[in-house]
């Protein structure tokens, strides 16, 4: 009998504290795989957002299948719905391709995707396909954008960070202060720039013109994403 792991997530502590999210997501999981004759062992991880792959428990099913076929105890992995893996397609994608990689067999019931069969696995290869127009489509845009900003002198590119704490007390003293006020009263209070240096007139002024401008390019690449 094929054994496969059941995986679970909720966000919050108090969604497992209460246990019915993940009551529900086992159900759902348990019904499957009884039906296709299968067993299950459980990995949950509680408390965790799906905003990337970095979670304990996922990260030691992932461990556990990335092993030799001939030593791996257990053949893929089966969640309720897609977000309790991942909110990114392009994720998804991602480990379906690993998966496919190293022959094991991705389950998303919602979605209607299970590798182990081929209309599962058809709408698997629909969707890395999907996956892979929309990074392209994304990538156009942004790159669209980058060069259109850069036409009219826009900066998109990293910089040395500056701590929030530090540019939100820069704009709030420079609302009532000169630069060399700004300058003088960051420096009394331990602030220093992005590089480490003490401030002066002509690098808090500097730095408020940028501060905008990033605030201005994080706007558009929002408007490009979201178009």
Not at 98 to 105: E, F, L, N, Q, T
Not at 146 to 164: C, F, Y
Not at 204 to 211: E, I, M, N, Y
Request: with cysteine.
């Amino acid at each position: 009998m094929t054994t496969m792991i059941g995986y679970c997530r909720v966000s919050t502590v108090e969604q497992a504290d209460s246990g019915l999210g993940l009551a529900a997501q086992r159900e759902t999981i348990q019904r499957y795989a009884d039906a296709h004759g299968w067993e299950v062992e459980w990995y949950v991880d509680a408390g965790h957002s799906a905003k990337n792959m970095d979670r304990p428990q996922l990260q030691a099913a992932l461990d556990r299948l990335n092993v030799p076929a001939k030593r791996r105890d257990v053949g893929g992995i089966v969640v309720a719905k897609l977000d309790r893996l991942s909110r990114s397609l392009a994720d998804f994608a991602s480990m379906l391709e690993y998966a496919r990689g190293r022959s094991w067999s991705l389950v998303a019931i919602d979605l209607g995707v299970d590798t182990s069969t081929p209309t599962g696995e058809m709408v698997a290869n629909v969707m890395m396909a999907v996956s892979q127009w929309e990074r392209r489509v994304i990538g156009e845009r942004t790159s669209a954008a980058m060069q259109a900003a850069k036409h009219q002198g826009r900066h998109m590119g990293r910089r040395s960070a500056l701590p929030k704490a530090t540019a939100d007390r820069l704009l709030e003293l420079r609302s009532t202060l000169t630069l060399a006020g700004t300058a003088d009263t960051l420096n009394a209070e331990g602030h220093t720039t992005a590089t480490g240096t003490a401030w002066d007139e002509h690098k808090v002024c500097k730095t408020v013109h940028r501060l905008a401008r990033d605030a201005e390019a994080a706007r558009l690449r929002e408007a490009v994403l979201a178009s």
